[in-house]
């Protein structure tokens, strides 16, 4: 009979606890902003004294930096996971990948907020959290190579298009599209500037 591999329930619960933690930190950032964060408010929300969170998470930005993290890694798979899917003509191609992003950053303002504004200005990721935002950009640019654009400018001014477009729809438009049903529109501009071939994705006005 195989024996069954022996449980460690101290840290099972420990990893319990911690995910609780950051649970009530998103909790707190998508209800009042990610400034609203703090140790304070967190330890309330799980039902424990701010002191205890120590045993736990060392500061603050330890709680911001497991967020960051574990936002980008979620959508480091959501990039892995849709690669058969991506169109084989090149304008579309490009389309449905930063419409995946797009997707993905409107989802949830406070976790766009930390995965590409700097909201808190002493924080910093730690290197193991900034590595998922690493492997989703090289897997972009990889793509982006693919389809024949492999300046970094070209790579740069494609990234601030589209998150000039999120920007503005959450400061204009919050809760609506104006902003962001202009990314085709968009991506036409930026092909036609880089040289990527057609179809457009939308006829000219």
Not at 17 to 34: F, K, N, P, S
Not at 54 to 64: G, L, Q, R, V
Not at 102 to 120: G, K, S
């Amino acid at each position: 009979m195989t024996a069954l591999p022996k449980r460690d329930r101290q840290a099972e619960r420990r990893e319990a606890t911690r995910r609780e933690i950051v649970d009530a930190a998103w909790q707190i950032a998508r209800e009042h902003g990610l400034g609203a964060v703090t140790l304070r408010e967190v330890a309330a929300r799980v039902g424990m004294q701010s002191p205890s969170l120590y045993t736990h998470f060392e500061s603050k930005n330890a709680i911001y930096d497991t967020m960051f993290g574990e936002a980008w890694a979620d959508y480091l798979r959501i990039c892995e996971a849709f690669e058969a899917e991506i169109p084989k003509a090149p304008r579309k191609a490009l389309l449905f990948m930063q419409q995946s992003f797009v997707d993905f950053a409107i989802e949830d303002h406070a976790r766009f907020q930390l995965m590409n504004q700097r909201m808190m200005a002493d924080f910093e990721p730690s290197a193991e959290s900034y590595a998922p935002s690493v492997a989703v950009l090289a897997l972009f640019k990889k793509r982006l190579a693919g389809l024949g654009i492999h300046a970094q400018a070209d790579l740069d001014l494609c990234i601030a298009i589209v998150g000039g477009l999120i920007d503005s729809q959450f400061a204009n438009d919050a809760g609506g599209d104006r902003w962001i049903t202009q990314l085709p529109r968009a991506i036409d501009m930026f092909a036609d500037e880089v040289g990527l071939p057609g179809p457009r994705l939308r006829r000219k006005r």
